[in-house]
């Protein structure tokens, strides 16, 4: 059998050569860690906009392989707490802010959980072009929608309103059959992806302007419902 990696090289090639992803440099997302993401009894999916650096030799899971989000002050601490949340039975906001010195370095092992994942995988700028990224989406979305069917997730967290209407404007092609978009009794909209029995959440960037204990909160507790 192929393993997640062989195949998400396979699938970085042809979006590489993607007309969509000639007016810039492609930037693959990484490997996953295929030990601990088989093991992992929640498997995540974190969807976030674009790479913000022009780097030809960045790389997002070398990024946190080499815990650059140690150096990080605004999108990583954020989804450092979400991920811990998710991951380790939804604990109480105060005690992962408690917590939170250990947490960070307890990061390195746990985010090997996670997928860490960008819809678009050119460079942007320091503040995504939502028009940019739906067009790329439109484009090149049978390659994300291939992606997540290889790294076959049970949670995908789409950090953006932008990110989870892509897609589910890319479900619709497929079929209404293909997924049910729904909506939790505190709000959350999310989509159950009958194909991969994966359930994709719709939520804000890490960076919008929310309280931290506020969006953490409301984050576990809705997650909650849904699992």
């Known amino acids: 059998m192929i393993n997640i990696n062989s195949q998400l090289d396979d699938l970085f090639e ?15 997302d990484g490997h996953v860690n295929e030990e601990a993401w088989s093991g ?7 969807l976030l906009k674009e790479v913000n ?18 150096k990080e002050s605004s999108t990583w601490p954020t989804l450092i707490r979400w991920t811990y949340g998710i991951l380790h039975g939804f604990p109480e906001y105060q005690e992962v802010e408690r917590r939170y010195a250990e947490i960070k370095e307890e990061a390195d092992a746990f985010f090997r959980k996670v997928y860490f994942a960008n819809v678009k995988k050119i460079a942007g700028g ?12 439109q ?31 890319l479900l619709k092609r497929e079929g209404p059959w293909s997924f049910e978009l729904r909506q939790t009794s505190g709000g959350l909209e999310y989509i159950r ?5 994966t359930v994709i959440i719709r939520y804000h960037h890490p960076n919008a302007y929310y309280p931290r204990a506020m969006s953490y909160t409301y984050l576990m507790r809705e997650i909650q419902k849904i699992l």
């Open 14 to 28: 042809q979006w590489k050569m993607h007309s969509a992803c000639g007016e810039g440099i492609f930037i693959p």
């Open 40 to 46: 992992a009894e929640l498997k995540v999916v974190v």
């Open 53 to 70: 650096s022009s780097d030809s030799g960045w790389n997002l899971q070398q990024f946190v392989r080499e815990k650059g989000y140690f």
């Open 126 to 137: 320091s503040q995504a072009n939502h028009t940019s990224i739906e067009r790329h989406m």
């Open 139 to 169: 484009e090149t979305g049978e390659l994300l929608l291939k992606q997540i069917r290889i790294v076959n997730p049970d949670l995908v967290l789409c950090c953006g309103d932008v990110i989870f209407q892509g897609v589910h404007d």
């Open 193 to 197: 992806w009958a194909d991969t029995q």
